[in-house]
């Protein structure tokens, strides 16, 4: 996992990871990623991060508190999800899925879809 932003303020920051939808989900204790498991496991991972880095339970919080984007890609399933998380209530406030494909090599091409069907790039 990539953490990008000033833990130290917590003035936002952005995560990105790269990894199995399984271990993402079996952290929720369910079959699917949506965004409320995928924002409690990249809190979980920031928490024990920061947490392990400076032996401060509350500088472990505020960057928790922060999380404002969250990107996962898992490459085994050629997809991912992107989070926005709402900096007052502290929930997610909107999602897109991801898809990518590698089948050509790196970077690859990926595109983005919302919930109301909206294609980018379009096809």
Same mark, same amino acid.
Do not use: K
């Given at each position: ?7 130290? &303020?917590? @003035?936002?920051?952005? $995560?990105?990871?790269?990894?199995? =939808?399984?271990?993402?989900?079996? +952290?929720?204790?369910?079959? /699917? ?20 880095? &400076?032996? @401060?339970?509350?500088? $472990?919080?505020?960057?928790?508190? =922060?999380?404002?984007?969250?990107? +996962?890609?898992?490459?085994? /399933? ?46």
């Amino acid at each position: 996992m990539y953490v990008a932003g000033d833990q130290e &303020t917590a @003035s936002g920051i952005g $995560a990105v990871l790269c990894g199995s =939808a399984v271990t993402v989900a079996a +952290f929720g204790g369910t079959r /699917i990623v949506d965004a409320e498991t995928l924002l409690a496991y990249v809190r979980h991972r920031v928490w024990a991060y920061v947490y392990s880095n &400076t032996r @401060s339970a509350a500088q $472990a919080t505020r960057a928790v508190q =922060a999380i404002r984007i969250i990107v +996962f890609l898992d490459p085994s /399933i050629g997809g991912g999800l992107w989070v926005d998380v709402d900096p007052l209530s502290q929930l997610p406030a909107a999602s897109l899925l991801i898809e990518m494909d590698l089948l050509d090599g790196l970077p690859g091409r990926f595109r983005v879809f919302t919930p109301g069907g909206f294609t980018y790039p379009p096809d």
